[in-house]
């Protein structure tokens, strides 16, 4: 655990608020849902999968820790669809616009689900 999943946490009480506006659109909620994986580290990746005894590491398939910063910022695997990793105090800002940015949005969603095509390999093997 480094200090940057300690941030997503604090964030998250700060912003889920926000996100769980209501929504009208299923493409929102999809969105939404994304965003919440990335602010929480819950969803398909090794190091929550692992948190839950579902896998025996918690590392990805290219063997650095598989969080939620991983795919988006890092993961060789998920390279296509990395977004530039903001600093830690920009870190608030930087995912405000990302709400904003359809873009970064969808690039977040296929990085997310490159992990999820891993940890259904990584829990299957
Ligand atoms: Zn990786």
Redo the contacts with the bound molecule.
Sequence with gaps: MGKSSGMALSLNQNIESEVLLPASTKKFLITNKFLIYFLTNHGSFPCYLHRFKKLGSPL?????V?DAD??VF?????AEFHLKEPSDEHRKGWFKNLKYDGQAQSKLIQAYKISSG?CDRLTQG
Excluded: D, Q, T, V
């Design positions: 990805c398939a290219c063997g650095l598989g991983h795919y890092r993961c060789p695997l998920a891993i």
